[in-house]
């Protein structure tokens, strides 16, 4: 059979043409990734395991023994648990934006990316979820957190920040996951063409029969047109919900307007750091140089640029406000923020959000990976110790200075933080072995297109 | 609802009589209602309560003594409030001391294995240790005195006591229009009789 | 002993309920367990009240003991007695620990030939004591505090019949040169009693009269009502405290005057003379002291004092202006070498001021032959035992061990006596070295009288049957005696001491007696006294001091540990110093110039070095205190109980904390009196550093409307000093241009925060002109709410658990500091400005905590209470974060499970619950007591009346500082209190949280004016 003439490029990214000849390159690195595991990669495995084992086992101990094991001290009642839920919340963001914001503005070079970012998505959804959990002083209760009939005929507080907490996340993982799933289905069905033995079945079962007719590609691309649509405002509602929880109380510093803005730009920009400081590691070790471009990782630099101006400008913004505001208490929060007890951790916030990205206003750097890679993670460290700063520095310099407070993390928290990294790499590292990281089909019609280009075709 | 009316604590007084009157006749060893004699023998269906309360397989716990109330409350017609002190006058309702028992059965019934049991117990001045059966949370605070004035039947807690020889928790289910029942002494069980009644719903009213 | 389900008290009343509990599986089966034989006053679930004494001090105030089925769980004052008048302070609130006290002694002791302590019989305990007894005779020797006087009629009977040598009465804190200096003066072998109530001026020469007495309770209630502004606007008494460190009392004083510590005399005779000067006096009073004034022109005495001239002559001038001043003599941590001449001196003062015969009344000396405590005989009795002249010294309700100075050689001492008999109820420093325990009875749990002062008689009476197998000490030494022989028998009466007691109450009606609490006569009028012809004979001079050292070392008396007998009560350990607010620790409070030169910050470990003694001691540099003095507080550094030594950390043999008697000299003054201030010191920095447990990180409120002051002149003026924050003023309902109201502006509305159909709006008042610091709301509260005490560790990490804390502000506070905690706060002499304010949940109208709990556990209930509800609770701890007074407290472990050890547990509020592991708790305005109210109320067909319920703290308070009550009631007291148009408001108002409780500004009186 002859491939059909290719379409022009305005339309390809509609109507796709059938797959490419099974023996694409394309297939074959990268479901080579797949393959047998290394050394290596057992190794690494093996470590997150047991870190995840360990996490879980300090959990049992606090929620036996009682959360006085944390660092918890009056009256600095949210800590490392709380700042890493939002962390991980944050993380969650990269995702959903390359795949569907970036699909509806028809960004091409998201595609080489944006399955590992949409399985991050699900993965940090996952780890973040877990932590209003650990962090509640009747773990077992929390249940009572969910609108269900119950024979007290009680009902919950749909007041509470808390309580719209619950619904944003529940719904954001919800429609990642079928997000990420939708996008997954082609590249299953070459998966399970290819794969045998458990496998086989596995893909069998969720490739879902496809058969990639004309029609399925039709009906697909439309699923992940409306899912975009879908998943667009949620990259904004999400966090700016998690950021009510502060931003609706009365504490100096948590009591601003500017903190939805704030957070979702806060938010991407961790996550495309989150992409980036795994994706270099993982194209590297897999040699996928050729799908996952030096230009992928300079266009995210760019983002991460403008995204760190604005997280900048909001932290100016904030000091800002404090000023003018006049009021005391405020004033007194940011300025002991910043020169109080917990000045290390505002600046090494203020340094790795604001200062260091700005690297990225040279070509030499966004393309330079290891300069990329560093800020990557600098970036990362810099925003959990933003919210850090947030939560914690705000909460030990209240209104009442009689009870201003002092917080530091006990080994129970530290571990159970380890162990969310763990939780969320131990995922990533099974993704890696089960699903292609690259979604296939979007690379090969990127290669269809270079061919039409090279044939002097659409223009 | 007769079962209520017929335990409105306003026929306190008439128990108290029908139980004296009791007493009484039983000193002068006439023939009462349920003949019984100082030194004679108690009642058959004295006896027989006594047998039916220690049956092991009844529902409800063993108890250290075979105490029939169907016999007490229902057949000789004492009032509640008469044994259980202060109930209608504290938040806890009482239960009786053993000398309250001993100040009946000292006069009659000694030929009763029970009643013999609970000798023993005054003689060695031991209390009777019971086993709880309507046992509420620790974090509920239970008005008993509010509920007896306010004309609530014991039995709407308790159950119809005084047809049991043998007291167990009665099992009863209250259903929601929407929810899931809720069962005996469960909150939403308080909660709908609350409801019904017009009593106060304040979550105070109880924890604290 | 099994713990104790709390339930189980509630519900089955039986003495043998620890038995019932004991079944430990995860479902135990319940056992009801009624009365063997049901007392007829007892009805399961309704409190019975009896009247008794408290016997945490000398002061003698009465006590009502609220027992539930038989369990005594609350002490409150007896409204009906003369001395405290039904308030409580913090040492009788947390007394009723030592009934249920885990250290108690559980029956009769002796020691082994190990060494060892192991359970003996009592028949054989008083066979053994009684042939000790007769070997001893005359090297007989008891050691005791001083007893009630039948009680003590009774040991000296015993003491004769048994041949005994005879007995010494130690207490430490007993005013025994006042006592001398009365006699000296006014001829009269008796401690003077103060009332305060009308006075205009009240010059305390460091008498610490709020702190520990002599009658703390009472004097804090006479000097309310004297400062009270809303009695007569203007017309208030001001207290000046002169000392050398800004003490709970100085602090709660309008100036204070720095004098070096012992030159009290001096200043006062120099004030003397200055009034004198200004004409102040009767004339025969002027003549009389004329010629002793002479030698001390306020000019000549500046030097000694540290107190310049000129304050001096104000003083003497606004003495003499005053229209009836009165002075109070030096107090124990000033008592010097010369401690007689300078309270001698006082009592002039106050005879030239006229008080002698007004506030000051001289009651006769007690009748011949009743002991009283001294400490030239507790001395002699320590020489006899070295020189081995006391072959067996009987030691009762006394510690001597840790409250004589090492210096006396009492622990030598005692290793010289062949057989020491101890009986104590519960373990201390003293019963840990006795041979014989035969334990007492704890006050709750026996019978007893006390006449703390001219007609006031009071009885104690057993309140809980003994809950070990202890017996009446003097039943005891009666049994001894019946058991020395017939001929000894003989002299000695039969029967138990209660029949004695009953037989020396025969003039009394006994019964209205035991139900009244004792007799109680009205008060005569106070005898105007002559002075004794050698009166004015006085060496008044500087102290006499031990040693080279730089720094005087002050011995800080503590309200709250008094001499060390309150260490093992965790409440008074858990609350801290109302000053330092340290708990559970020791300190040694420097002056920030003494910190500057030894280069040392808070927590720097101290070198203290006297003639008598070292120790190592944390620095706590403060304002507050002179440049020549170190002070270290009294009452830590035991070695024995669980909460009073290190048992915390596992080291029960280990003091936490020093003891500062054990470095100071054993002298005494020039009458025999003890003498506490006698050491210099030499002061180095270790190195070392330990960190202090401060519980309020700053006393520094930097301008935020937590604590507030008004001056005098604005009080006069009425104008209102915060016109938004009082709710209820004129200024309140000012409008803004725009015509509508701003929210913030509206006057206060209780209608809004409640249901529209509750008749009830649960509030509060507390007046800060009031409010002294002195922690019996608080320890009130821990009691009442079954709230637990952490210990030390936990409180260093901030996780104290209190419903209610006081907060200690230094004037308006400044925006400096914040870097480190706690932040130092400004004390400085002349007018002092500090605020206490009770920081409790304000059951806010709009309350931040209530809308952000995602599942309703609090909430606001329909009597406008901010309701909190545990077992709905699920911890997210939201409501803590968004409530700007900090009030909430989470509990971060199971605290029912070890907190209450043994029969500890026995003395929980079974109306409260005991809150479980991992929610939120806070105050809740006693909610039980309301609920209480409203069962009886209802019942009766009524709404509650006003004053038919108070709240525990509102109870205990001496001074009446806090009003509870029903807002919407417009004639309730508590309306009444706060509608203060210019002293009221609420705190952190701008918040508009709209809280419950409206504050009463402090008066700011400031120091006396010159006059033109």
Redesign the interface.
């Known amino acids: 059979m002859t491939p059909p003439p290719p379409p022009p490029a305005s339309v390809a990214a509609m109507i796709r043409p059938m797959p490419a000849p099974a023996d694409s390159r394309a297939n074959r690195d990268i479901l080579a990734v797949m393959g047998r595991p290394t050394i290596g990669y057992v190794a690494l495995l093996a470590l997150v395991v047991s870190t995840v084992g360990w996490a879980l086992g300090t959990f049992v101990y606090q929620t036996y023994v009682g959360l006085g094991v944390a660092g918890y001290s009056h009256p600095i009642f949210w800590g490392v648990y709380i700042v890493t839920f939002v962390f991980w919340v944050g993380i969650a963001h990269a995702g959903t934006l390359i795949s569907a914001i970036l699909y509806l503005f028809r960004a091409k070079w998201r595609n080489a990316i944006n399955r590992s970012a949409e399985a991050m998505t699900v993965f940090a959804v996952a780890t973040a979820g877990l932590f209003p959990l650990i962090h509640l002083g009747r773990v077992f209760k929390f249940y009572w957190l969910l609108p269900y009939p119950n024979q007290r005929a009680l009902w919950v507080n749909f007041k509470s920040p808390l309580l719209w907490d619950v619904f944003a996340i529940s719904t954001y993982a919800t429609i990642s996951i079928v997000f990420f799933y939708v996008g997954l289905v082609p590249d299953l069905a070459i998966a399970r063409d290819r794969a045998t033995g458990w496998r086989k079945v596995l893909y069998s079962i969720l490739a879902l029969g496809w058969q990639g007719t004309t029609k399925q590609w039709k009906a697909h691309n439309r699923t992940v047109l409306h899912l975009s649509g879908l998943a667009t405002p949620l990259v904004l509602s999400v966090h700016s919900v998690v950021s009510w929880d502060f931003a609706s109380s009365i504490v100096p510093g948590w009591h601003a307007t500017i903190f939805a803005p704030y957070f979702v730009a806060g938010a991407i920009f961790s996550g495309f750091a989150m992409v980036l400081t795994v994706m270099i590691p993982v194209r590297r070790i897999y040699g996928l140089e050729r799908y996952i471009t030096d230009y992928h990782f300079e266009n995210m630099s760019r983002f991460i640029l403008l995204t760190s101006l604005i997280v900048g400008y909001a932290y100016a913004t904030e000091y800002f406000v404090a000023w003018y505001s006049g009021v005391e208490p405020e004033r007194t929060a940011f300025w002991l923020r910043a020169f109080g007890s917990y000045w290390i951790s505002t600046w090494i916030m203020i340094s790795c959000n604001a200062f260091f990205p700005q690297v990225f206003w040279f070509k030499r750097a966004r393309t330079h990976i290891p300069t990329v890679f560093v800020v990557s993670v600098l970036v990362n460290i810099g925003m959990w110790f933003e919210r850090y700063v947030i939560i914690v520095g705000s909460l030990s310099r209240e209104y009442n200075p009689a009870v201003w407070g002092q917080y530091t993390p006990s080994w129970v928290e530290l571990s159970i933080l380890a162990g969310s990294f763990a939780w969320f790499s131990m995922f990533f590292l099974i993704f890696l072995k089960l699903f292609p990281v690259i979604a296939i089909n979007e690379v090969k019609e990127l290669e269809i297109h270079e061919r039409a280009h090279a044939n002097g075709g659409a223009h | 609802m007769a079962s209520r009316a017929r335990w409105r604590p306003s026929r306190r007084a008439l128990g108290l009589l029908g139980a004296s009157a009791l007493v009484t006749a039983s000193l002068l060893a006439l023939p009462g209602p349920e003949p019984v004699g100082a030194q004679g023998q108690s009642s058959a269906a004295a006896r027989e309560a006594q047998t039916l309360a220690g049956d092991e397989s009844a529902p409800g ?1 063993k108890q250290p003594i075979p105490f029939s109330h169907a016999l007490h409350a229902g057949t000789y017609q004492i009032e509640c409030l008469y044994c259980h ?2 109930t209608d ?12 028992c001993m100040g009946c059965h000292s006069q009659f019934g000694a030929d009763l294995e029970g009643v013999q049991i609970l000798q023993r ?2 003689d060695e ?8 059966i309507h ?1 509420l ?3 509920v ?1 239970f ?4 509920h007896v ?1 306010a004309g609530v039947a014991c039995q709407t807690c308790h159950g119809p006591v005084q047809e049991m020889h043998k007291v167990y928790l009665v099992p009863d289910t209250k259903w ?1 229009p ?6 005996k002494l ?4 308080c ?2 009789c609350h409801r019904e009644n017009e009593a ?1 719903q ?4 109880c ?2 | 002993m099994p713990e104790i389900d709390r339930r189980e008290f509630l519900k089955l009343v039986g003495a043998s309920a620890g038995a019932a509990a004991a079944a430990g599986c995860s479902e135990p089966v319940e056992k009801l367990i009624p009365y063997v034989i049901q007392p007829e006053e007892i009805t399961p679930g309704i409190p019975v009240y009896y009247a008794s004494t408290c016997q945490e001090c000398p002061a003698g105030c009465g006590l009502l003991v609220k027992t539930r089925e038989g369990r005594p769980i609350k002490l409150e004052g007896n409204p009906s007695h003369p001395i405290n008048r039904g308030s409580l302070c913090a040492r009788g609130q947390a007394a009723i620990g030592r009934t249920y006290h885990p250290d108690r002694y559980p029956g009769p002791q002796r020691r082994n030939q190990a060494g060892q302590l192991e359970p003996v019989s009592w028949d054989e305990a008083i066979r053994l004591l009684a042939r000790k007894v007769q070997e001893a005779g005359p090297g007989t020797w008891l050691l005791s505090g001083e007893p009630g006087p039948t009680a003590g009629r009774w040991i000296d009977r015993w003491l004769t019949a048994v041949g005994a040598g005879g007995r010494v009465v130690h207490e430490p804190f007993a005013p025994e040169a006042v006592r001398e200096a009365t006699s000296a003066v006014f001829g009269v072998a008796s401690e003077p009693l103060f009332d305060l109530s009308d006075t205009d001026l009240v010059l305390d020469f460091a008498s610490d009269f709020l702190e520990i007495g002599p009658s703390p309770v009472e004097h804090g209630r006479q000097l309310a009502a004297a400062r009270d502004v809303a009695a007569a606007r203007g017309r208030t008494a001001r207290l000046v405290s002169v000392g050398p460190r800004l003490s709970m009392t100085a602090s709660n004083a309008d100036e204070w005057v720095s004098a070096r510590p012992g030159s009290e005399g001096l200043l006062a005779l120099a004030v003397a003379r200055a009034a004198l000067d200004a004409g102040a006096g009767s004339p025969e009073a002027r003549q009389a002291l004329a010629g002793l004034l002479e030698h001390f022109a306020p000019e000549r005495v500046a030097g000694q004092t540290g107190v310049d001239a000129a304050t001096i002559v104000r003083l003497g001038r606004a003495a003499a202006r005053a229209r009836h001043a009165v002075a109070l003599p030096p107090g124990v941590s000033v008592t010097a070498r010369r401690a007689k001449a300078s309270a001698a001196a006082v009592l002039l003062l106050n005879h030239l001021l006229g008080a002698v015969g007004r506030s000051v009344r001289i009651p006769p000396a007690p009748a011949e032959g009743r002991r009283r405590p001294s400490y030239r005989e507790t001395l002699a009795l320590v020489d006899a035992m070295k020189s081995s002249k006391v072959k067996l010294l009987l030691v009762a309700d006394a510690n001597p061990l840790y409250s004589l100075p090492v210096a006396s050689g009492f622990a030598a001492a005692l290793e010289k006596v062949p057989f020491v008999v101890s009986f104590a109820s519960a373990a201390d420093e003293t019963s840990a070295r006795a041979h014989l325990i035969l334990p007492d009875h704890t006050p709750l749990e026996s019978w007893g009288d006390a006449a703390p002062r001219l007609g006031v008689r009071s009885l104690l009476q057993p309140t809980v049957r003994p809950l070990h197998d202890t017996r009446a000490f003097v039943d005891t030494l009666l049994d001894v005696g019946r058991a020395m022989g017939s001929e000894v028998a003989a002299k000695l009466p039969p029967g138990s001491f209660r029949n004695l007691l009953e037989e020396a109450w025969a003039d009394t009606d006994w019964r209205t007696a035991l139900a009244g609490g004792g007799v109680f006569e009205g008060a005569s009028p106070a005898p105007s006294l002559p002075l004794t012809p050698g009166a004015t004979r006085l060496e008044v001079a500087e102290p006499l001091l031990e040693g080279d050292g730089e720094w005087v070392l002050l011995p800080v008396t503590s309200g709250l540990l008094y001499d060390g007998r309150g260490a093992n009560l965790p409440w008074l350990q858990e609350v801290p110093d109302p000053v330092t607010k340290v708990a559970w620790q020791s300190w040694a409070e420097i002056s920030h110039a003494t910190a500057g030169r030894l280069g040392v910050e808070l927590g720097d470990v101290l070198a203290v070095e006297t003639p008598a003694g070292r120790l190592e001691v944390p620095a706590f540099p403060r304002g507050g205190i002179r440049d020549d003095v170190i002070g270290v507080p009294i009452g830590q550094g035991h070695t024995v109980g669980r909460y009073a030594s290190d048992a915390e950390h596992g080291r029960p043999d280990a003091p936490r904390g020093v003891n500062v008697i054990q470095v100071l000299p054993a002298a005494t003054d020039e009458a025999g009196g003890r003498a506490w201030l006698a050491a210099r010191a030499r002061v180095q920095k270790t190195g070392r550093f330990q960190r202090v447990a401060v519980v309020q990180t700053s006393q520094n409120q930097r301008k935020r409307r937590l604590g507030e002051a008004v001056s005098l002149a604005a009080l006069a003026a009425g104008d209102a000093h915060a016109p938004a924050a009082n709710g209820h003023g004129e200024a309140a309902a000012e409008t803004h241009g725009d015509g509508h109201e701003h929210e913030l502006l509206k006057p206060y509305d209780a209608a809004k925060d409640s249901a529209p159909d509750s008749p009830y709006r649960w509030g509060m008042a507390i007046d800060l002109d009031r409010c002294t610091s002195c922690n019996a709301c608080v320890v009130a509260c821990y009691v009442e709410n079954n709230v637990p005490v952490v210990g030390e560790t936990r409180t260093l990490q901030a996780r104290q658990m209190s419903w209610l804390r006081l907060e200690r502000w230094v004037g308006d506070g400044d925006l400096e500091g914040g870097r480190k905690l706690p932040i130092g706060a400004k004390e400085a002499p002349g007018a002092v400005d500090v605020r206490h304010t009770p920081q409790l949940c304000q059951h806010c109208g709009a309350a931040p905590c209530e809308p952000v709990c995602p599942v309703l556990a609090t909430y606001h209930t329909p009597e406008g209470l901010n309701g909190m509800i545990y077992n709905r609770c699920v911890g997210t701890r939201y409501c803590s974060n968004n409530c700007p007074y900090k009030v909430r407290r989470f509990s971060y472990f199971d605290y029912s499970r070890e907190n209450w050890p043994g029969l500890l547990s026995l003395m929980l509020n079974p109306d409260v619950t005991v809150r479980g592991q991992g929610v939120m708790e806070k105050c809740t305005f006693c909610v039980q007591r309301i609920a209480a109210a409203r069962h009886t109320a209802t019942l009766e067909g009524r709404t509650i009346r006003d004053g038919e319920v108070t709240t525990a703290c509102a109870q205990a308070c001496p001074t009446q500082a806090i009003t509870f009550g029903n807002l919407k009631d417009e004639k309730s007291r508590v309306v009444q209190a706060s509608h203060d148009p210019v002293r009221s408001y609420h705190a952190l108002h701008e918040l508009n949280t709209r809280p419950a409780i409206t504050y009463l500004a402090k008066v700011k009186r400031g120091v006396f004016e010159e006059e033109a």
């Open positions: 716990p002190t202060g006058r504290s938040m806890a309702a009482g239960v009786p001391s053993v000398e309250s117990y005054w001045k031991k209390p009777i240790e019971w086993v709880q046992r949370p620790e974090h605070q008005p008993h005195h509010r004035k929601w929407w929810g899931t029942p809720a069962r469960e909150m939403g069980w909660i709908s106060t304040d979550c105070f009213a924890h604290y």
